[in-house]
């Protein structure tokens, strides 16, 4: 196969957001919401209670199905209590084509790209189709 032919790899780095809001998850619902419109983030890494723990995932649909939807109150329930842990994260080499299948077979949307244990950014379904295909 010639060079022209070859298809450029597209590494989850190319394409990753690197704007990401980390929260504890002793914070409120309520809490929550105010940093997801404060940093325009559509999740929020909850962050490790040390170094032994792993990162765990908020999303807006978490708050949606689990507090909106049994009317629960914001003010009254912990991120810990809804967030999804251990998050699934992906190395910043990985193709993305490789991303997007296990995004398929995991059932996400969005994944924390994580280097040496630690979140280096976020990558969503968007960033590499909008991103990756050009």
Request: hydrophobic share 40%; with cysteine; aromatic share 6%.
């Amino acid at each position: 196969m010639s060079e022209e032919h070859e298809k450029r790899v597209v590494r989850v780095r190319d394409v990753m957001q690197d704007h990401f809001e980390i929260i504890d998850g002793l914070v409120t619902v309520a809490e929550a919401i105010q940093q997801i419109k404060q940093s325009d983030c559509k999740a929020l890494i909850v962050n490790r209670r040390n170094e032994n723990d792993e990162y765990g995932i908020v999303l807006l649909a978490d708050i949606a199905t689990k507090v909106l939807g049994q009317d629960r109150s914001p003010d009254r329930v912990n991120v810990y209590e809804i967030m999804s842990k251990p998050v699934l994260g992906v190395a910043p080499k990985m193709d993305i084509r490789y991303c997007v299948r296990m995004f398929e077979k995991f059932g996400l949307s969005q994944a924390p790209v994580m280097e040496e244990r630690e979140v280096i950014g976020m990558v969503r379904y968007e960033d590499m189709v909008l991103n990756g295909m050009t």
